[in-house]
Structures are given as C-alpha cells and as structure tokens.
C-alpha cells in the first residue's frame, strides 16, 4: 500500500510524498484519512528545526497527532470494524520515513487499540480530542483545581478554559495579542497589564515562552503553583528569592493518556464541552507549504486543518 503524506525532508523544507506503507498485522486497521490538524507546539519545532531531543526524532519525518479518518480494513485481533470513524493519534508505518508522529497522510496502519471511535457527527473538529485530552491532562478535575489564571488564548488555553468553566470554575486569561482576546466563553480575557491580581494560587501556562517565569512567580500566592503546559524550547530558568518568599511549586504537565481523551469525548458527547469556533483555516494538502506557514506564522489563525478528502 501506498500513502500520500506531508514530510519534513529537513527543517524548514516539506514536501508532499508518496510512501509505502508497512503491512498490517492481524491487530492493526488501515485508515482513510478525512483530516489532520497541524500542531503550532511540537510541529512548528520539527519544522523550524529547534525541536529538543525527543524520542524517534529525525529527518525525514511524518508529522501530526491530530487527525480523524475512516476504518477500511481491521484486522481480525484489531477490535476494530470496516466503516469506524476513529481518531488518530499518530501512525509509524511508513517504509521511507520516520512516523513522528505520522498522522499528516492520506492513509496509515496502526494498532486498533489506538484508533479510538468518535462520532461521524464531529466531522473535522474531531481533530481537536487531542488538544482537548491535553489540556484535561493538564488541568484534570479528578486530580486537580481549575487553574485561576491561564497564560496564552489559542487552542490549548481555550480548551484548558472551557474544561474549567465546565467545571464550575471562572478563571481569567491572559493574552497579549488584541486579536487573541475575543472569544471567551463565560471568563474574562485581559491583557496581564491590565491585571492588578498578585495572589493566584494556580496558575497555568501554555504561552511557550521559556522567559515567563519569574513574572508568573511574582503573581504567586504563599504556596501557589505555576503549571507548565505548553512545549518549551529554551531551558527555563527562575530567581530564587521571589520563588524562596512564596514557597512557589512548579509542575510540568507531560503527554495525554487514553483515559484523558475518552474523558474529552464523554464531556462533548454530553455537550459540557464545545469544540466550536477553533478551527479557522481549511486546507488542500497539495497547498501544504501555504498551509504550513500560515499555521505557524499567522496569530489569527487558531488551528489548521487539512482536508485528506481533497488530496487527489
């Protein structure tokens, strides 16, 4: 079998190829893929090469985790059927090519374990569970209070929100940019100048910007905890005086687990949360470069999709 896929032959250089696919096992599916989301965190550093040592990186490589196809062959041990609409959360079953994480192709194999069931009703914002599972990884309320204050209104910070909202929960947002802070759904977004708060007690941070820090610290309760959310490519780095004062906890927010992304599903299926108003952009993937870059480079531009259908 073969597979048209979005490739990152080297930084800063993509290419839209054909690849051979492995075989499938008796416990594997083989998907046709409808759309793939493209990731501003972890694929705008594959992309532009600052990616920190990551397991099975290397060029070249598939990217994407976020992508929602339809079952057309399920192995016998699979637990899959022929007709399934499944999300994806990656695929590593390219012959040319390292699958990291190998959701951005026409169609994949993978065990059918993975390839979790959603409903047809979804359509394309189904590529959001992933983001969705993060931030409930993230911000758990089975483990975890709702943060009181989020740092970044894109996706994630918009999901992390919601979910708390969902919750019972009404924490402020931060943004910088004007065209960022529309769009809160029962919280305030605000700009941090505007901010006089100096006592949060949870403060969570998907900005990505490694220089935030000691600022957050500063607007720290005695015991309050800063909740790294994003994905950083820089060391990050604090004063310790201001951190000593408040006793201050930091916490580092890693991968979703499967139960995160069924808990997600269960939450939109109820309708307690809405996945509406985040995907902005819709593209060909033969317009991959122009997608790409608008993706990574154009603030109004919350997620990308490509649409897989169209990828004759």
Known sequence: MHALAIVFEEPRKLA???LGLNDPTAEDVVVDIDWSGISTGTERLLWSGRMPPFPGMGYPLVPGYESIGRVVEAGPDSGRSVGQDVFVPGANCYRDARGLFGGASSRVVL???????VSRDLGDRAVLLALAATAHHAVSPDTHKA???IVGHGV?????????????????VWETNAGRQSG????PVIHPDDDPRRDYHRICDVSGDSELLDSLIMRLARGGEVLLAGFYDQRLSFAFPAAFMREARIRVAAEWRPHNLAAVDQMVADGRLSLDGLITHTSRPSGYESAYTTAFTDPACLKMVLDWRQAA
């Open 16 to 18: 839209l190829c054909e």
């Open 111 to 117: 065990p059918g374990r993975k390839a979790m069931p």
């Open 147 to 149: 943060p009181e204050l």
């Open 156 to 172: 994630l910070g918009r999901l992390i929100a919601r979910i708390a909202v969902a919750h019972g929960a009404t924490p402020t």
């Open 184 to 187: 809160g759904e029962g919280y």
